[in-house]
Nanobody, 123 residues
Framework: QVQLVESGGGLVQAGGSLRLSCAASGHTLSVYNMAWFRQGPGKEREFVAGINWSGTSTDYANSVKGRFTISRDNAKNTVYLQMNSLKPEDTAVYSC????????????????WGQGTQVTVSS
């Protein structure tokens, strides 16, 4: 299986930006569809953004559309989430996930998950 490790989280003021990275090992990331999910305190995990194996197709939750950009660099075995114009409601643990058989917004489509990285947006 593939192992995923997120990084880049931290504390940022509203309106600021962060870039999250998800580095993969154990298997080449190029064969996987990838996604970012997040889970805020007391909230359910929700889909944030997805990208297919080649990077030619992306999908975004309405709450982040126009502010977040998902991308991937298969040569570096890394997926990114560029987050701009951050809002306090973006505060959550962000996790990357890999799917080898499907591509969608449901968390049960993704077999492999990272540990997550905390993003905190202050007012």
């Amino acid at each position: 299986q593939v192992q995923l490790v997120e990084s880049g989280g931290g504390l940022v003021q509203a309106g600021g930006s962060l870039r999250l990275s998800c580095a993969a090992s154990g298997h080449t990331l190029s064969v996987y569809n990838m996604a970012w999910f997040r889970q805020g305190p007391g909230k359910e995990r929700e889909f944030v953004a997805g990208i297919n194996w080649s990077g030619t197709s992306t999908d975004y939750a309405n709450s982040v559309k126009g502010r977040f950009t998902i991308s991937r660099d298969n040569a570096k075995n890394t997926v990114y989430l560029q987050m701009n114009s951050l809002k306090p409601e973006d505060t959550a643990v962000y996790s990357c996930a890999a799917a080898d058989r499907s591509y969608g917004r449901s968390r049960d489509e993704y077999a492999y998950w990272g540990q997550g990285t905390q993003v905190t947006v202050s007012s």
